[in-house]
């Protein structure tokens, strides 16, 4: 399995984050956010394959390009459509999904299902394009300890901060990994054959294990040939204040992540109307960056108060504190 991104719309414009998790048997696609104009370059078929909406909150550039996704996925039923965001995103959807005449809807069909998140608990509703979305239909509320779902091949996590209205940041964490070592394999000289995929598959696995004529207690060949491989992850923070009490949660919750992507809406010079704004500066992004031992930091959704020159400026501020910092690669700044 792999995780890759891509950081979608430009330098000071809006900005948004695909996420795939590609397991070598599927791809989950997984989107932060989506602000206006950001899915103009995103192919057509990979908005039709979207799994998730994942919204950090809604100001208007976090959310401006709603319309577009929903017009592609109003009426998607060949699976659920998924909204996660903080507290008010039920309603908020609600008005989203109700600010259209519905008169044509009556042979179509689709479901949407919209989670809304706060410190403790999940509340989901569903609507129902055949209903003219005019029904909320409460699921229910469950709890929650940061990790909010399960796909199989990653979880995915939030944690509420505050940006003046509560802002999601989220982390998704892929799947470890099991996999046959071939030379621990060859080393009690067994073959490759049929017993391999019982033999990944406890539900049917029998115990002990024939393996070419030779009798094996299960225990022993895990033991002897499984070797876990910890997955990949990738962080997604934006738009809310990194004060102390943010910094202290999120240097545990982000620790060894492998690529944190990070508003950077000031210099460090503006630490004072980072603070008013609840935003972060560069040096503060890159001390969290190194407090976690993250491996990557790419920084994005930068003020367009600030010229092109600034940009690369504010890269060689994070850079100063932590070395491995970037761009997204599609902007050809460095």
């Given at each position: 399995m ?108 689709g ?33 929650h300890d ?31 990994r099991?996999?046959v ?12 054959g ?32 499984l ?44 630490e ?29 959704h ?27 690669p ?5």
């Open positions: 792999s995780i890759s991104f891509e950081i979608l719309g430009s330098p000071a414009s809006d900005n948004a984050l695909l996420v795939r998790v590609d397991s070598g048997q599927a791809v989950s696609r997984l989107l932060f956010d989506c602000g206006s104009g950001c899915l103009d370059a995103v192919p057509y078929g990979e908005i039709l394959a979207l799994d998730h909406l994942f919204l950090s909150h809604f100001h208007m550039d976090h959310i401006g390009g709603f319309d577009c996704l929903f017009r592609a996925l109003f009426n998607r039923h060949q699976k659920l459509n998924q909204v996660w965001g903080p507290a008010g995103t039920i309603e908020i959807m609600h008005h989203r999904f109700r600010g259209f005449l519905w008169n044509l809807h009556a042979e179509m069909s479901t949407w299902l919209v989670h809304e998140v706060t410190p403790l608990a999940v509340t989901t509703a569903r609507f129902e394009l055949q209903e003219a979305f005019a029904i909320r239909h409460d699921v229910g509320t469950r709890s940061g990790e909010l779902l399960d796909i199989g091949t990653c979880t995915i996590e939030a944690h509420v901060m505050d940006h003046g209205t509560p802002s999601l940041a989220y982390v998704v964490r892929e799947t470890t099991t996999n070592d071939p030379r621990r394999m060859a080393a009690l000289g067994l073959k490759p049929p017993w391999l995929k019982q033999f990944k598959q406890d539900a049917t696995a029998s115990d002990p294990l024939l393996v070419d004529g030779q009798s094996f207690p299960l225990a022993f060949l895990r033991d002897a040939l070797t876990e491989t910890p997955g990949e992850s990738i962080a997604y923070l934006t738009d809310f204040l990194l004060d102390d009490a943010a910094m202290a949660l999120l240097s545990q919750v982000l620790q060894g992540c492998d690529t944190v992507v990070c508003e950077t809406q000031y210099r460090n010079s503006d004072a109307l980072a603070r008013k704004n609840h935003h972060m500066t560069t040096g503060r992004v890159a001390e969290l960056a190194t407090r976690a031992g993250v491996k990557r930091l790419v920084l994005f930068l003020s367009d108060r600030y010229t092109p020159a600034e940009w690369r400026d504010m890269l060689e501020e994070a850079r100063a504190v932590f070395p491995h910092t970037e761009f997204s599609t902007w050809q700044i460095r």
